[in-house]
């Protein structure tokens, strides 16, 4: 069965830098798309990061634009989310996510859209 396994969360000051990996097992093709969403206790999980796995495409939330990237890695069915310049309000949990079915409509920020979860990586940002 398909597995998504997040890692890299964790406590850092603000300014600072992480990384979050994502890899998927159990998939029997390329993904059509993989995700990253957050949720802050007592909010609804947001959306942050996509990529479009065959297209390369990718897109992010404007609370993230020009700190956060999305990357892939094809070979391992994985994807990468660097964070830069972390603000106190990045603290969240942070969800891998995965899209198997192609779209007919491309809504990557709904998360009834995304097929496959991961159990999210904590990630603390501090003053």
């Known amino acids: 069965q398909v597995e998504l396994k997040e890692s890299g969360g964790g406590v850092v000051q603000a300014g600072a830098s992480l990384r979050l990996s994502c890899v998927a097992s159990g998939l029997a093709s390329a993904p059509v798309a993989l995700g990253w969403f957050r949720q802050a206790p007592g909010n609804s999980r947001e959306f942050v990061a996509a990529?479009?796995?065959?297209?390369?495409?990718?897109y992010d939330a404007d609370s993230v634009r020009g700190r956060f990237t999305i990357s892939g890695d094809t070979a391992r069915i994985a994807t990468y989310l660097s964070m830069n310049r972390l603000k106190l309000e990045d603290t969240a949990v942070y969800f891998c996510?995965?899209?198997?079915?192609?779209?007919?409509?491309?809504?990557?920020?709904?998360?009834?859209?995304?097929?496959?979860w991961g159990q999210g990586t904590q990630v603390t940002v501090s003053s």
């Open positions: 990529i479009l796995w065959k297209e390369g495409h990718t």
């Open positions: 996510a995965l899209r198997t079915r192609q779209w007919t409509r491309i809504s990557v920020r709904a998360t009834g859209d995304w097929d496959f």
